[in-house]
């Protein structure tokens, strides 16, 4: 209904033949779903996040491009990270191929001396793929495989949980080994956290590799690795690959390259 009002809006302005809109979010929430609200584990003294689950991975995205008219269903895999280069060239301020190039001035040292630096940037330096060959009909998949993932820093399975999903239907959660495994807080006792009861639910201090074949269990009920090992090394190795373009460093990287079955 809201947002029915900012397209009406939108119309009223005169804005529609030169706006795009794009509606899409950071992440979504679990709720109930695998027995849990939401995507962390919080008490007073311990912190968890669960597996990135379909419901909190798989986000919305709906673009209107300026004067577009019809809608369309384009069923690759895209990644938050496709917006930054989607706008350059959907404005036409990079295109697919070419780059941009100019001068900014910098201050050196803080003392009043600037300095003219040369700067150039093109479409393939960035972590995200524009999205335009797709909905200009040139190209009908970007990539094979995404991932989506908490934050790498803390080099902690409990916290530093990843979900790569491949075009073909397999979505895997895997969180690393631990950077100080000693040290890592263990399960509370007095475990206060309700799932685990039913088929599907989350359990408490699980950071094992999980493998779901989202074509047979949409829900991501059942996990499957154990017969399809082959397939949760091929997503890791592709994982792997992604963040080495990234040029993730390597006090961060060591703690992914391992795949534990």
């Not at 991975?57 to 369309?72: C, K, N, S, T, W």
């Not at 006090?251 to 992914?256: D, F, Q, S, T, V």
Request: include cysteine; charge should be negative.
């Amino acid at each position: 209904r809201w947002i029915g009002r900012l397209l009406d809006k939108v119309d009223d302005l005169g804005l529609r033949e030169n706006t795009a809109i794009i509606f899409t979010t950071d992440h979504g929430f679990v709720l109930g779903e695998h027995g849990m609200m939401g995507k962390s584990i919080i008490f007073d003294e311990y912190f968890e996040e669960c597996h990135l689950y379909e419901e909190i991975a798989h986000i919305p995205l709906i673009i209107r491009l300026p004067e577009q008219e019809e809608g369309m269903r384009i069923p690759a895999l895209t990644s938050t990270s496709d917006m930054f280069p989607t706008l350059l060239e959907m404005f036409d301020i990079v295109e697919s191929g070419t780059d941009v190039s100019g001068e900014s001035t910098v201050q050196l040292l803080q003392c009043g001396f600037h300095q003219n630096v040369g700067w150039n940037l093109t479409l393939d330096m960035l972590h995200g793929k524009s999205l335009m060959p797709l909905m200009r009909f040139e190209e009908e998949s970007l990539r094979e495989s995404v991932a989506t993932s908490f934050s790498l820093i803390d080099a902690t399975p409990r916290l530093a949980k990843a979900t790569i999903t491949s075009e073909d239907g397999w979505s895997m959660s895997f969180a690393g080994v631990s950077k100080d495994p000693e040290n890592e807080l263990p399960v509370p006792a007095d475990n206060r956290f309700p799932s685990g009861t039913n088929e599907g639910d989350y359990q408490l201090g699980d950071t094992a590799t999980r493998l779901w074949n989202l074509n047979d269990d949409p829900k991501q009920l059942t996990d499957v690795i154990e017969d399809n090992q082959d397939v949760a090394r091929d997503l890791h190795a592709k994982y792997v690959e992604y963040l080495r373009k990234c040029n993730t460093p390597e006090e961060h990287l060591a703690y992914r390259e391992k795949l534990e079955i």
